[in-house]
């Protein structure tokens, strides 16, 4: 799980484009609902990189090994 939907919630100013409010009430669309979808997005992604960048090394070296030896795996599989 990503957070703890069972948090409490927590009021927060936010600007907006007044223009795009506008057209998601008209739309009907719930603000904090969006809002909480896009940040947990934008959590994950940032999360991801920040692995990606922490493991860079060890991703750089095993995929040297494999390109030398190749994978664990191939000189025990049978098909």
Request: charged content about 25%; cysteine-free.
């Given at each position: 799980m990503?957070?703890?939907p069972?948090?409490?919630?927590?009021?927060?100013?936010?600007?907006?484009?007044?223009?795009?409010?506008r057209q998601a009430r008209?739309?009907?669309?719930?603000l904090s609902a969006a809002f909480e979808e896009t940040l947990s997005a934008l959590v994950v992604k940032k999360k991801q990189q920040a692995?990606?960048?922490?493991?860079?090394h060890a991703i750089e070296v095993y995929n040297q090994q494999v390109e030398?030896?190749?994978?664990?795996?191939?000189?025990?599989r049978t098909f």
């Amino acid at each position: 799980m990503l957070f703890n939907p069972q948090a409490p919630k927590r009021a927060t100013n936010l600007s907006v484009n007044s223009d795009l409010l506008r057209q998601a009430r008209e739309l009907d669309i719930n603000l904090s609902a969006a809002f909480e979808e896009t940040l947990s997005a934008l959590v994950v992604k940032k999360k991801q990189q920040a692995w990606l960048e922490q493991n860079k090394h060890a991703i750089e070296v095993y995929n040297q090994q494999v390109e030398a030896n190749g994978v664990f795996g191939d000189t025990v599989r049978t098909f």
